[in-house]
């Protein structure tokens, strides 16, 4: 489900959100659970939400940083799967880094996770996605690897299905993902891809509190649906 034609550009978030969302009609019936990545995936992942009426929450996946450059990415740890960090099979990004940082740098992205679920869902627990199909949510993949994470956290629920829904994605991201996930929605895949941000008009970002709204908004979402279940 690709577009590898003439570029796309999006107004912003919502608009992509927006044109996403009708790829992702056809999941309605199957009751999925749409989880962002925020923050960038959050008002996406709400226009998606709203339009399938399913439940909403977040899925906070946190960059395990380069010690001598925290910009450049070693891996990356997920909500719910803080023991099973994906890191980078990039041996020379890997060159320089002990095993003691990176256990130092997981136990400090541990606790931004759990800062962040308090901040944003107000001490609400991850929805359970068994049995369930899971929508992962973001506003592009670059490389794909605080995707991968997402991906494997939420195997580890026992989904149906994990879906992956971005507007935009680089070429070697799009393979890596559709080799993790069930499937792959993604609007645009560019051979040319130089940052997310080329792809939107307006690219600022978003703000926690812009995080907290849309999630405290997508609460009435899925209420026809069975309880959400919580993890404890």
């Known amino acids: 489900m690709t577009n590898m034609q003439k570029q796309i550009i999006f107004r912003d978030r919502e608009d992509a959100g927006h044109q996403l969302a009708p790829k992702l009609l056809p999941l309605a019936a199957l009751r999925p659970i749409v989880y962002a990545l925020p923050r960038g995936g959050v008002p996406i992942a709400y226009e998606i939400a709203h339009s399938l009426d399913a439940p909403l929450d977040v899925v906070i996946v946190r960059k395990l940083r380069h010690p001598l450059s925290p910009e450049l990415a070693i891996g990356a740890i997920a909500e719910a799967a803080e023991d099973h960090p994906f890191l980078e099979p990039n041996t020379v990004a890997m060159a320089d ?21 308090k901040l944003y ?12 199909v899971a929508i992962l949510v973001d506003d592009g993949a670059a490389t794909g690897s605080t995707m991968i994470a997402a991906i494997r956290a939420m195997r580890l ?10 507007p935009v994605a680089s070429t070697n991201a799009f393979k890596a993902l559709k080799a993790e996930a069930d499937d792959i929605v993604c609007l645009q895949v560019s051979a040319n891809f130089y940052g997310v941000a080329q792809f939107y008009h307006h690219f600022m970002p978003v703000e926690d509190r812009t995080v907290v709204t849309l999630l405290m908004n997508g609460l009435a979402f899925g209420a026809g649906d069975q309880p959400v279940n919580y993890h404890s």
């Open 121 to 132: 869902a107000d001490g609400r627990r991850l929805i359970r996605a068994r049995d369930r």
């Open 157 to 166: 629920q026992k989904p149906s299905q994990v879906i992956v829904a971005v």
């Open 97 to 117: 880094v002990s095993a003691r940082y990176v256990e130092q740098e997981i136990a400090y992205q541990r606790g931004e996770i759990d800062r962040r679920r």
